[in-house]
Every structure is written in C-alpha cells, then in structure tokens.
C-alpha cells in the first residue's frame, strides 16, 4: 500500500515543479507583455517619427529641385509655369498606358493622403512619365509641394505644373508695365 501512494508524489511534485513562477536564467522571454496603451503609445511615437521624417524628406526635396516659394514666383514671372525634371534611376522604365494610369493614381493617392493638397483641385495627367499638374491651389509653397510629390514618384521623370495661385500675387517687373 506504501509503494502506491508513494508512486504518485513524484509525478505531483513534477507537475508543481512545472508551475513554479521562478524564471530560468536562459528564458529570454520579457517579464512583462506591454500593456495595450505602452504598445499604442509606442506606435504613436514610431508613427509621429515616420511623419517627422517624411516632412523632413519633403523639405529636402523642395530645396534640391528649386521648389521653394521664390523659385516658385520667379519661374511664374517667366513663363507662367513651372516645371522640374530627374534623372530616372538604373531600371527605372517609363511609358504605357497602364503606367500613365499607375502615375496619375498614386499621385492622386498622394495628394488626398496630404491634407494641403486638394485632390479635387488638382487635375494630374501623366504621358510617358512626364506629368502635367493644373488646378488651383493656395500658396506658391503649394506649387513647389505638389511638384515635389509628383515628381517623387515612381516613373516620373518631369513635371509641368500649369497651377494656378488662388491667392496670386505675382509681381510683374517694371519693364513689362509699360
């Protein structure tokens, strides 16, 4: 009768054993899962990073292409249009009627994702990767922005913009007023 019950304890204490809350010095397994709130502060923060660099990125492309305001107004006085180009990169195709339609929507896409670009009053067209921009819109820095978007897509390699300024201001220089 001894040996029965004494048969079992073994197994008991391996199943205790089992439980125990004491961690192995090799577990690599955290201490404690974060909370629903630390792991959407967390992607908040990773988010609010991404935003921060990507306006960044923005900023640096409006400077590289010549996009900024006066640029802007200067091209304008000109010609009445500004327009940009880049040097495709190695592999980088351009042309068909599907990419023209991939072009115009992901620039689109662009435009509605950005809440300063209206998608509604910018019409965008795309022909062998040269892009035409027309619409209006309300500062010359959103000229430069909407050039700087399309021109940062994928097999576009010049953009025309014909927009107009809601808000116009261009100065006409004193020898064209007379």
Not at 102 to 118: C, E, H, M, W, Y
Request: proline residues 3%.
């Amino acid at each position: 009768m001894k040996t029965s019950l004494l048969l079992p304890l073994p197994l008991i204490a391996l199943f205790f054993a089992g439980c125990s809350k004491n961690h192995d010095a090799n577990d690599t397994t955290p201490a404690h899962s974060p909370t629903l709130s630390e792991r959407a502060d967390s992607a908040a923060e990773k988010t609010k990073d991404a935003a921060v660099d990507a306006k960044d990125a923005v900023a640096a492309k409006l400077t590289e292409w010549k996009l900024t305001p006066s640029d802007i107004k200067s091209d304008l006085e000109k010609s009445g249009r500004v327009v940009r180009e880049k040097t495709l990169a190695a592999g980088e195709k351009v042309g068909g009627a599907l990419d023209n339609a991939r072009i115009v929507t992901v620039i689109n896409g662009k435009f509605v994702a950005d809440s300063n670009l209206s998608a509604l009053k910018i019409n965008v067209d795309a022909d062998n990767g040269i892009v035409t921009l027309t619409g209006e819109v309300a500062t010359l820095d959103l000229v430069g922005r909407a050039v700087a978007v399309a021109l940062n897509t994928d097999g576009v390699s010049q953009v025309i913009a014909l927009l107009k300024v809601e808000s116009a201001e261009v100065v006409v220089p004193a020898a064209d007023k007379m």
